[in-house]
């Protein structure tokens, strides 16, 4: 079984097995928060694709998520078009930004990426609360044409509600496993594929990969195009599962939450961008009680993080497993295959 | 004329302002290549620390803008210390002190939060009353401002060019390893270059409250327009900043008469943007050579 197929098999493994949550626990609130725990592994793990395996450290990927979202709202509260086209159009919509994005991005290395992106992030954010003139006038009043401060409500629904009846959450937090388990599945095919190797050769020496005939442009137009896919499906899909839209998806305090996830997980390893989102969201569950020195302990956590642990608890992990076989191998000089 | 003047006088005004925190980002930059995110923090930080000097335990002014500088100093020798220093040496410096600012940043702000409140507080340091010339209505407190601002840029100037601690910043933003082996001691020219970043942004911190108020998240908008101050300029230029701020300022000034004021920092972003996508070393910045 060669690697890649083993990380695809693990991952069914575990989508078969949180497929089980909702028959043994009854609790809404745990079906509902797992549903939120999918939607932000789907971000941070397609935002690992770009800014751990591609090494382009972009902010740009809560746009491209309020893109999807404000899509997905916006096409169903003015047009009244169905949930279930309006996702795919939203997340269409955050891969042309991207690319575009992509573009603007190219020449630029490191922290100027950052600051661009961040820049891009803010107009938009600035152009959507800012707008304070009426598009329409409904009965509940003023509405500009991105909604403004208050953003949308309202706009549709995928569904279930009539479907499952008072169950209505399981149907969603089924849609938010597929979502995930299929980026999932994409990340991993990238990380293990030419494309992932061809990443990790600009990397270490960008001369001899360009030399080899490795076209950064190309590579980077396809990883900021296809990580946008799924964030801006993800963004769609918050919007239709919490029913409101609203220019808090922009909000640093967001970002913060998912860049500590990719960083206490690991960057750039496969596994790192779930297992930090995890565990984020229970330190979030436990940090819950402490209204605003939530802020402190997610600082801390990140501070602690990128300090001590620069490539996150899998990170850690691998290297602990390298050591181990590495003494092993010294103590008894056994002829080793070499495994990648 | 007299509005052209005026526009002139205010973005002279806010320029000065930015001028003065984005030195200290300036500086940090071209001194070890830091992105320093929690520079909004220690500003809001400064803002706050005068008004509780000069408001709180009724200290004279001086002394409370002092205390304030001090201590936000000394916040940034810390990060020096407990943040920078274990990650100088690491392949993704340049990214990964990115990110542990933001968390610095948050927690500083959240400590803000915390101790005052999240009400707007005035800024008991500033100067009442103001000057008519030639048709122009100038506050004392701006021109205050635009004079603690050039005194400060001057004294930063003559610092770095004539003194011997400013030979050693400057060699060691040009080549570190260079720099080392000549007997420069980087770590304390790190921590010195931190330091003098922490008092710049409490000044900048205590001037900008001072036009407007206290709030924790204050210092957010200030830092990204330094970042665009900076980027404009080229990362790590200082006179080149400077020069930018002012531009900025007044641009933001004509901005806001023009076409409004909830539309100016929208187009100041779009204005980064454009110099990035065009001229990704900045306007004054060098072009550097790809290091393999």
């Known amino acids: 079984m060669t690697a890649r197929q083993r990380d695809i098999t693990l991952c069914l493994l575990f989508s078969g097995l ?101 820049c891009v992030a803010q107009v938009l954010y600035l152009t959507i609360v800012n707008d304070t003139d009426c598009f329409t006038n409904p009965p509940s009043g003023c509405m500009p044409l991105m909604g403004g401060v208050r953003g949308f409500s309202r706009f549709g629904d995928l569904g279930f509600r009539e479907l499952l009846g008072s169950g209505f959450y399981v149907g969603r937090y089924y849609v938010g496993l597929a979502i995930l388990t299929v980026a999932m599945i994409v990340s991993i095919i990238v990380i293990r594929s030419p494309m992932g190797l061809a990443f990790q050769a600009l990397r270490d020496n960008p001369v001899y990969a360009a030399a080899r005939g490795m ?123 070499e495994t990648v | 004329m007299d509005t052209i003047l005026q526009i002139l006088a205010s973005g002279l005004t806010l320029g000065a302002m930015y001028a003065i925190s984005t030195a200290g980002l300036a500086l940090v930059f071209g001194a070890m290549n830091m992105l320093n995110m929690s520079h909004g923090a220690i500003l809001a930080l400064g803002g706050y620390l005068s008004y509780f000097a000069v408001g709180g335990m009724g200290l004279p002014a001086p002394v409370g803008v002092v205390f304030a500088v001090l201590v936000c100093a000394a916040v940034g020798v810390l990060i020096y210390q407990i943040v920078a220093r274990p990650m100088l040496r690491s392949a993704n410096f340049e990214t990964r002190i990115f990110i542990a600012t933001i968390g610095v940043g948050v927690i500083l702000e959240s400590i803000i939060l915390e101790t005052f409140g ?66 420069v001691p980087i770590g ?50 200082l006179p080149g900043s400077v020069m930018a701020a002012l531009f900025i300022g007044v641009l933001e000034a004509i901005v806001q008469y023009v076409f409004g004021v909830r539309f100016s920092f929208a187009l100041l972003l779009i204005l980064v943007i454009i110099v990035l996508i065009g001229r990704p070393q900045g306007v004054f910045g060098r072009v550097q050579g790809v290091r393999l």
């Open chain 1, 18 to 118: 949180a497929a089980l949550l909702p028959l043994v626990s009854d609790v809404r609130y745990t079906v509902t928060q797992t549903t939120f725990f999918f939607i932000w592994a789907t971000v941070v793990v397609q935002w690992n694709l770009v800014f751990g395996i591609g090494g382009i450290f972009s902010l740009a990927q809560m746009a491209l998520f309020a893109i999807g979202a404000y899509t997905t709202a916006m096409l169903g509260y003015y047009f009244g078009t169905s949930m279930i086209l309006a996702m795919p159009i939203g997340a269409l919509l955050a891969v042309l930004f991207s690319v575009a994005l992509g573009l603007a991005c190219l020449k630029l290395r490191g922290p100027y990426v950052a600051l661009l992106t961040l």
């Open chain 1, 215 to 337: 076209d950064r442009f190309k590579y980077q137009l396809w990883i900021f195009g296809l990580s946008a896919f799924f964030t801006g499906l993800a963004g769609s899909f918050y919007a239709v599962n919490t029913g409101a839209v609203g220019p808090v998806v922009f909000s640093f305090s967001h970002l913060l939450f998912l860049l500590s996830m990719i960083i206490v997980g690991g960057v750039g390893t496969i596994w790192g961008p779930i297992v930090g989102a995890l565990l984020l969201m229970f330190a979030e569950e436990a940090m819950r009680e402490l209204g605003d020195m939530r802020d402190i302990g997610m600082g801390l956590i990140l501070v602690v993080c990128v300090v001590l642990m620069p490539r996150g608890i899998v990170g850690l992990f691998e290297d602990l497993v390298r050591w181990r076989t590495a003494r092993t191998a010294q103590a008894v000089p056994l002829p080793r295959r």
């Open chain 2, 118 to 183: 999240p009400q707007p507080k005035p800024q008991p340091v500033s100067m009442p009353g103001s000057l008519t010339l030639a048709g122009v209505h100038l506050p004392y407190q701006n021109l205050m401002i635009l004079g603690i601002a050039m005194l400060l840029m001057a004294a930063l100037g003559f610092a770095l060019q004539k003194t011997r601690i400013g030979r050693a910043i400057r060699a060691t933003a040009q080549n570190r390893d260079a720099a080392q082996l000549m007997g």
């Open chain 2, 188 to 237: 304390y020219v790190y921590a010195l270059v931190l330091a003098i970043s922490g008092g710049l942004a409490a000044v900048s911190g205590i001037t900008i409250s001072s036009l407007s108020s206290l709030l924790p998240n204050m210092g957010a908008d200030p830092m990204l327009k330094a970042f665009i101050i900076c980027v404009v300029a080229g990362l790590g230029s």
